[in-house]
């Protein structure tokens, strides 16, 4: 997890640094770039929460297991 936290620090900081430069070069561009970060930072983080529920062994899992089971024993 420390990893993530790391690369994701250090993506969003690149993104900020790369604005930066730009917004001095295009203007207003910052904005979109601080937008883009936080949208793809936030698909990340609901990815790997997704991956991290739905591992094997995890409770979700189980259950997700179990109702197939037993829908593919009724269906039989």
Do not use: D
């Not at 070069?25 to 930072?41: C, D, E, H, N, S």
């Not at 739905?54 to 409770?59: E, V």
């Amino acid at each position: 997890m420390g990893k993530a936290v790391a690369f994701l620090a250090a993506l969003i900081a690149g993104v900020i640094v790369v604005g930066w430069v730009v917004s001095s070069l295009l203007g207003g561009f910052l904005y979109y770039l601080i937008v883009g970060a936080l949208v793809v930072g936030g698909g990340a983080w609901l990815y790997a929460r997704l991956k991290r529920e739905l591992a094997p062994g995890t409770r979700t899992q189980r259950r997700i297991e179990a109702a197939a089971k037993t829908y593919r024993m009724r269906n039989r």
